[in-house]
């Protein structure tokens, strides 16, 4: 059906940067909606950005900071990450869905392994 293979997790310092990409494979026709979400040691999943056709959606912990995006072929989704700080240490998803929903985990139907961010001071 449809496969999506995260990328670009690594350490950084608090204030640095990072760019996660996800990339998308099968029929990738049928998705409408791709996100992140991430979730830390003994925390729930948490939705952290998504991006509907191409009108963008954030959590408000990472308004300002973070910014989500697709490339043409619309079977990649990128999220640059900037003025990162510890809370943002977590492991982060991509999901995708044939839905219109964005921030709801159990709504989507595909997951990526997971990529893991963690920011040190």
């Known amino acids: 059906q449809v496969q999506l293979v995260e990328s670009g997790g690594g350490l950084v310092q608090a204030g640095g940067s990072l760019r996660l990409s996800c990339a998308a494979s099968?029929?990738?026709?049928?998705?409408?909606?791709m996100g992140w979400f991430r979730q830390a040691p003994g925390k729930e999943r948490e939705f952290v950005a998504g991006?509907?056709?191409?009108?963008?959606y954030y959590a408000d912990s990472v308004k300002g900071r973070f910014t989500i995006s697709r490339d043409n072929a619309k079977n990649t989704v990128y999220l640059q990450m900037n003025s990162l700080n510890l809370e943002d240490t977590a492991v982060y998803f991509c999901?995708?869905?044939?839905?219109?929903?964005?921030?709801?985990?159990?709504?989507?139907?595909?997951w990526g392994q997971g990529t893991q961010v963690t920011v040190s001071s």
């Open positions: 999901a995708a869905n044939n839905d219109l929903s964005v921030k709801i985990p159990s709504r989507y139907d595909y």
């Open positions: 099968g029929r990738t026709d049928s998705i409408s909606t």
């Open positions: 991006i509907r056709w191409n009108s963008p």
